[in-house]
Nanobody, 121 residues
């Protein structure tokens, strides 16, 4: 079993910052976590991956649209992944989802409920 709980979303003006958190729990997570990621989705657009981080090695990925502005990090002891979002732009407005990939799977198969991020001009 896996539970992913996001927090930290909200409304900010262009150029502002937010820090998202995703707290993970459950036996499946504790034993088989491979990578965690942040996705975002806007109505009318496909879901896109924003950033990801491997759980066992120092490896990170960032979408081109957020490079230099967002930073993903993790706290293994706290089973939490973070997404620090700086210099936010209106196009960053979306529902942000935390996701977990487990060992032996090729996709992110566990998802949180999502948290809304709104950036105004």
């Amino acid at each position: 079993q896996v539970q992913l709980v996001e927090s930290g979303g909200g409304s900010v003006q262009s150029g502002g910052s937010l820090r998202l958190s995703c707290a993970a729990s459950g036996r499946t997570f504790r034993n088989y976590a491979y990578a965690m990621a942040w996705f975002r989705q806007t109505p009318g657009k496909d879901r896109e991956i924003v950033s990801s981080i491997r759980w066992n090695i120092n490896s990170r990925y960032y979408a081109d649209s957020v490079k230099g502005r967002f930073t993903i990090s993790r706290d293994n002891a706290r089973s939490t992944v973070y997404l620090q979002m700086d210099n936010l732009r209106p196009e960053d407005t979306a529902v942000y989802y935390c996701a977990l990939q487990v060992v032996g799977r090729n996709e992110y198969t566990y998802w949180g409920q999502g948290t809304q991020v709104t950036v105004s001009s």
